[in-house]
């Protein structure tokens, strides 16, 4: 675990060193942890670390062989929906077809923002949010995916509702003016 101590996951002799696990036992072999001692958000950090014949020892310093694996639950918002966004400014507007694509796992990007149809202000005005078993909150960005500097973030936890797959996310776009909430609901098509 990170800060724990360091343990041997794998040891080999050629090089290039894959590793791949079949269950969350398996993965935890050897690390001194269980599985029921993991909470959401622990990390586990993984770096190769090379013994010469000679004795010498190194850490590979490159970020391809540093790995961290953070513990979430399982996750799959990316498609279609049909979304309704109110606004603490005027009145709903409905996107009948917002496609929500995964840019990582449990990290996701919807097309629209506010009030904008797709394409109608920027090439990208999709916003990013994370998914943390089943919480969604949007992270402080720029809107427009950073083509303007307006801010846009949660205000207040959103969720995904896991029978129906119908989303919530609770965000603000800044302006001049001042912030507008939003509250994006998100029907599975």
Do not use: H
């Amino acid at each position: 675990m990170k800060g724990g101590a360091e343990a041997v996951v794998l040891e080999t002799t050629t090089l290039p060193v894959s590793a791949s696990f079949s269950s969350v036992n398996e993965f935890l072999d050897g690390l001194n942890v269980s599985a029921s001692d993991l909470r959401i958000g622990d990390q586990i950090e993984f770096q190769v670390k090379v013994f010469t014949t000679t004795g010498n020892v190194y850490y590979e310093g490159s970020n391809f062989s540093k790995y961290n694996v953070t513990i979430n639950c399982a996750s799959n918002l990316a498609g279609a929906y049909s979304l309704i966004l109110s606004r603490d400014n005027g009145a709903d507007v409905a996107f009948p077809n917002e496609i929500i694509t995964e840019v990582s796992p449990g990290y996701y990007k919807t097309e629209s923002t506010y009030r904008w149809a797709v394409g109608s202000i920027a090439p990208d005005q999709g916003f990013n949010f994370n998914d943390v078993c089943g919480t969604l909150t949007a992270p402080q960005q720029g809107l427009a995916q950073g083509y303007y500097s307006n801010k846009v973030y949660s205000f207040e936890d959103g969720s995904a509702d896991p029978v129906t797959g119908d989303l919530v996310i609770k965000y603000i776009v800044e302006f001049g003016s001042g912030p507008v909430e939003c509250i994006g609901t998100y029907t599975k098509l």
